[in-house]
């Protein structure tokens, strides 16, 4: 009896509504379809909707608005969904998209806030700093009326204070060795180019490389000027640097992908909820088809990366090498809104040319899950041993010559290399670790100013560190009235490391910036030389 009296009147309700649609269907000849029923259960649901939203901006104890209280609901929603499903709030979308636009309204330096002062590392030539005087080596300490040194300021605070709209002008006090009195200058902001295009070298006489750290909007025109610049000094194999690589814009993946495959080559596929497939072809105009390549990958390498790596990996096009890539294979159509807020919800899948998806597996609303991933794979020494990925014989590929590839996340390398710590020392994690390695250079490189300007080449700065016998005992001087004493035990196991890195961040100082960086590094890079033997061997 009970059962009837509490279930009785919602069954009423329900068969009312059924009945109603049914005598509506006969008179007009037909049923109500399954959308019009869903329709129908869809706007009470959205009424519902409706109802918990003015309820909590009605009656709830702290008073809210539609507006914050929607800005609560849409990320938990997302959130549900799947890891690659977000909301970007208005006042977060500028900071999210800028660099993947190419450019940016500042004044056109790169610096460091290794020791809670802005140090000017490099001024764009060209750029709004290098017109008004700016040098490398210079201290701002004040940016307006704002003192700035010494105040253990944030760096996005920093870079808030000297950006700004192109036009307008900011007055930075600045530091300068040698100068008693602070110099004054004056910059008008303006456009300044964001390059995705880390460095350009040649590391070999043959062989070039290339840094990419995302896919922005102009990728693929930079990578064809430094492939063009490359060429130029000779290069007849190409090192692409793709490690750390998040991702970016789909097409420029598929660009870039395109100069490096002859005619009528698959390069990704995406498939929606429905199975339709939307397939990306070469078209034969890639202008760098003969060359030799290696692809450089790691556990950062996500997204338009892999697509790329996928593309050339099942096209039996190059190398890869490295450890496998993070597995992001879920493609977001990104859905703006009025107020300068968006939506990025997942529509399909990306497929690489063999049928590989590229996303690995994820439960719905574990996010913590899906970001321990990482954790896990070092946990499990997957970083250290080709032998602890394990691949079910389902997700067995095969590419057009008969290479083994395999699927279930992520890019499996043709050649692993392994996380090298077998010259890691306390002493070194101390030197590092708290800094001091780098502070060091940039003291070394503000002695040197003069001779890194003057240096036409990297081999010209070669020669000044071949010239200079004591800058690594100096350095152990250094990190020693730093409170790090030597061990020259621990010294000997790490110098090597410490040696390379010490060149790479001075050279860095220099007009090179991080092509300089990456050649004075590569001695200690055992993914770039294996990577530099190949393509020798080859």
Not at 492 to 499: D, F, H, L, P, Q
Not at 506 to 524: K, L, V, W
């Amino acid at each position: 009896m009970k059962f009837l009296q509490r279930y009785a009147l919602p069954f009423l309700v329900v068969a009312s509504i059924f009945l109603f649609g049914w005598i509506f269907g006969q008179r007009h000849g037909r049923r109500l379809t399954e959308g019009q029923i869903n329709m129908i259960v869809g706007s009470r649901m959205n009424d519902k909707l409706n109802q918990v939203v003015n309820y909590i901006g009605s009656d709830y104890i702290e008073p809210l608005t539609a507006d914050s209280i929607t800005e609560m609901a849409i990320p938990a929603i997302l959130k549900e969904l799947d890891p690659h499903s977000a909301y970007i709030p208005a006042r977060e979308f500028k900071q999210v998209e800028e660099p993947l636009q190419g450019e940016f309204d500042g004044i056109g330096i790169v610096f460091n806030m290794a020791t809670d002062t802005v140090i000017v590392l490099n001024v764009i030539p060209s750029g709004p700093s290098q017109k008004a005087g700016i040098l490398a080596g210079d201290r701002i300490i004040k940016v307006n009326d704002t003192l700035i040194a010494g105040q253990k300021m944030e760096q996005r605070e920093v870079m808030k204070r000297l950006r700004g709209p192109r036009g307008t002008e900011v007055t930075l006090s600045l530091e300068r060795k040698g100068i008693d009195e602070p110099v004054i200058v004056s910059v008008v902001r303006d456009a300044i180019p964001l390059n995705s295009v880390e460095a350009t070298v040649m590391m070999t006489d043959k062989i070039g490389f290339i840094r990419l750290s995302q896919f922005a909007r102009t990728s693929f025109k930079e990578i064809k000027e430094s492939v063009d610049t490359l060429r130029k000094q000779g290069m007849t194999s190409l090192i692409l640097d793709l490690r750390g690589n998040s991702g970016g814009f789909l097409d420029q993946a598929i660009l870039i992908a395109n100069e490096f495959l002859d005619r009528g080559k698959l390069i990704v596929y995406t498939e929606d909820r429905n199975k339709k497939q939307v397939r990306q072809h070469s078209d034969g105009r890639g202008s760098a088809t003969d060359l030799e390549i290696a692809v450089l990958i790691d556990e950062g390498s996500a997204s338009s990366s892999e697509i790329l790596a996928g593309a050339l990996q099942d096209n039996d096009r190059g190398t890869i090498i490295g450890r496998r890539s993070f597995g992001k294979g879920l493609v977001q159509s990104q859905v703006p809104f009025s107020d300068g807020s968006a939506m990025r919800l997942t529509v399909a899948k990306y497929f690489t040319p063999t049928g590989r998806s590229i996303q690995k597996p994820y439960t719905a609303g574990d996010e913590e899950g899906y970001n321990m991933d990482i954790v896990n794979r070092y946990k499990h020494n997957e970083f250290f041993s080709a032998d602890s990925i394990h691949f079910a014989d389902s997700l067995k590929f095969t590419t057009p010559k008969g290479k083994t590839v395999y699927g279930g996340g992520g890019i499996m390398p043709d050649i692993f290399i392994p996380l090298d710590t077998a010259n890691m020392s306390k002493y070194y994690l101390e030197v590092s670790g708290r800094n001091i390695l780098y502070r060091y250079t940039i003291d070394y490189a503000d002695a040197h100013r003069k001779e890194l300007s003057q240096a036409k080449s990297l081999k010209d700065i070669e020669r000044l560190f071949a010239a200079d016998r004591g800058m690594f005992n100096r350095f152990v001087e250094y990190a020693s009235k730093s409170g790090v004493k030597p061990n020259w035990g621990q010294i000997a196991t790490s110098r090597k490391i410490m040696e390379a890195q010490l060149r790479a961040y001075i050279a860095r100082n220099s007009e090179f910036d991080s092509s300089a960086f990456y050649y004075f590094i590569c001695p200690i890079d055992n993914t770039l030389q294996t990577a530099i033997k190949t393509l020798e061997n080859d």
